[in-house]
Protein backbone atom coordinates (compact mmCIF):
# COMPACT_ATOMS: atom_id res chain seq x y z
CA UNK A 1 0.00 0.00 0.00
CA UNK A 2 1.54 3.40 -0.73
CA UNK A 3 0.78 6.54 0.99
CA UNK A 4 0.93 9.73 -0.05
CA UNK A 5 1.26 13.44 1.76
CA UNK A 6 0.85 16.47 -0.11
CA UNK A 7 2.51 19.75 1.52
CA UNK A 8 3.57 23.50 -0.18
CA UNK A 9 0.04 24.46 -0.13
CA UNK A 10 -0.54 28.17 1.08
CA UNK A 11 -1.81 31.90 0.15
CA UNK A 12 -0.52 33.14 -2.33
CA UNK A 13 -1.13 36.65 -4.70
CA UNK A 14 -1.72 36.61 -8.53
CA UNK A 15 0.80 36.18 -10.63
CA UNK A 16 3.34 34.82 -8.12
CA UNK A 17 4.76 31.04 -7.61
CA UNK A 18 4.09 27.78 -5.04
CA UNK A 19 6.11 24.63 -5.54
CA UNK A 20 3.87 21.36 -4.09
CA UNK A 21 5.36 18.49 -3.16
CA UNK A 22 3.79 14.58 -3.01
CA UNK A 23 6.26 12.18 -0.64
CA UNK A 24 5.45 8.57 -0.96
CA UNK A 25 5.63 6.24 1.51
CA UNK A 26 5.08 2.55 1.89
CA UNK A 27 4.94 0.30 -1.11
CA UNK A 28 6.67 2.65 -3.09
CA UNK A 29 7.65 -0.13 -6.05
CA UNK A 30 4.26 0.30 -7.14
CA UNK A 31 4.85 3.45 -8.18
CA UNK A 32 4.14 4.67 -11.71
CA UNK A 33 2.38 7.07 -13.75
CA UNK A 34 1.29 9.67 -10.78
CA UNK A 35 -0.85 12.82 -11.56
CA UNK A 36 -2.14 16.21 -9.48
CA UNK A 37 -5.90 16.67 -9.42
CA UNK A 38 -7.41 19.72 -7.78
CA UNK A 39 -10.67 20.66 -6.97
CA UNK A 40 -12.86 23.86 -5.91
CA UNK A 41 -15.49 24.21 -3.99
CA UNK A 42 -18.65 23.40 -5.86
CA UNK A 43 -16.49 21.74 -8.48
CA UNK A 44 -15.50 18.19 -9.97
CA UNK A 45 -12.41 17.31 -9.00
CA UNK A 46 -9.96 17.89 -12.44
CA UNK A 47 -6.58 16.73 -14.09
CA UNK A 48 -3.60 18.88 -13.83
CA UNK A 49 -0.89 17.20 -15.14
CA UNK A 50 0.78 13.61 -15.26
CA UNK A 51 3.71 12.09 -14.82
CA UNK A 52 5.59 8.44 -16.02
CA UNK A 53 7.76 7.12 -13.99
CA UNK A 54 11.34 8.00 -16.05
CA UNK A 55 10.10 11.75 -15.82
CA UNK A 56 10.10 11.88 -19.37
CA UNK A 57 6.44 11.89 -20.28
CA UNK A 58 4.06 14.20 -19.07
CA UNK A 59 1.56 16.18 -20.04
CA UNK A 60 -1.25 19.14 -18.82
CA UNK A 61 -4.52 20.38 -18.56
CA UNK A 62 -5.17 23.21 -21.16
CA UNK A 63 -5.94 25.58 -18.25
CA UNK A 64 -1.90 25.14 -16.78
CA UNK A 65 -0.24 24.12 -19.77
CA UNK A 66 2.88 26.73 -19.89
CA UNK A 67 2.35 27.79 -16.07
CA UNK A 68 3.16 24.60 -14.44
CA UNK A 69 5.87 21.86 -14.38
CA UNK A 70 5.21 18.29 -13.18
CA UNK A 71 8.75 16.55 -11.68
CA UNK A 72 9.90 13.83 -9.73
CA UNK A 73 12.71 12.83 -7.79
CA UNK A 74 12.63 8.81 -7.53
CA UNK A 75 15.27 8.94 -4.87
CA UNK A 76 13.17 10.66 -2.81
CA UNK A 77 10.28 9.48 -4.07
CA UNK A 78 8.62 12.47 -4.44
CA UNK A 79 6.52 13.66 -7.09
CA UNK A 80 7.02 17.92 -7.55
CA UNK A 81 4.52 20.36 -9.14
CA UNK A 82 6.20 24.27 -10.10
CA UNK A 83 3.36 26.41 -10.30
CA UNK A 84 4.24 29.67 -11.91
CA UNK A 85 2.04 33.03 -12.94
CA UNK A 86 -0.91 31.92 -10.77
CA UNK A 87 -4.13 33.07 -11.28
CA UNK A 88 -7.30 33.30 -9.07
CA UNK A 89 -8.63 30.76 -10.73
CA UNK A 90 -5.91 27.96 -9.75
CA UNK A 91 -7.32 28.01 -5.71
CA UNK A 92 -7.98 24.55 -5.13
CA UNK A 93 -7.32 21.85 -2.77
CA UNK A 94 -4.41 20.30 -5.24
CA UNK A 95 -4.20 16.45 -4.89
CA UNK A 96 -1.65 13.79 -5.74
CA UNK A 97 -2.34 9.96 -6.97
CA UNK A 98 -0.81 6.94 -8.57
CA UNK A 99 -2.36 6.23 -11.75
CA UNK A 100 -3.52 1.95 -11.94
CA UNK A 101 -5.27 1.95 -15.45
CA UNK A 102 -6.99 3.23 -18.10
CA UNK A 103 -6.93 7.05 -18.78
CA UNK A 104 -4.08 9.46 -17.43
CA UNK A 105 -6.60 12.46 -17.35
CA UNK A 106 -9.41 10.98 -15.52
CA UNK A 107 -9.27 10.98 -11.57
CA UNK A 108 -11.14 7.24 -11.65
CA UNK A 109 -8.24 5.67 -12.94
CA UNK A 110 -6.19 6.83 -9.88
CA UNK A 111 -6.11 5.53 -6.42
CA UNK A 112 -4.08 6.35 -2.95
CA UNK A 113 -5.31 9.95 -2.98
CA UNK A 114 -3.35 11.83 -0.74
CA UNK A 115 -5.36 14.44 2.12
CA UNK A 116 -4.70 17.35 0.00
CA UNK A 117 -2.89 20.69 0.09
CA UNK A 118 -4.80 24.00 -0.10
CA UNK A 119 -3.57 26.71 -2.61
CA UNK A 120 -5.63 29.95 -2.30
CA UNK A 121 -4.42 32.68 -5.14
CA UNK A 122 -5.71 36.20 -4.56
CA UNK A 123 -6.20 38.80 -6.60
Known amino acids: QVHLVESGGTLVQAGGSLRLGCEAS????????MGWFRQSPGKQREFVAH????????DYADSVKGRFTISRDNTENTVYLEMNSLKPEDTAVYYC????????????????WGQGTQVTVSS
Open 97 to 112: AVHRGGSFYSSPSYDS
Open 51 to 58: IDWSGSVT
Open 26 to 33: GDTSRLNR
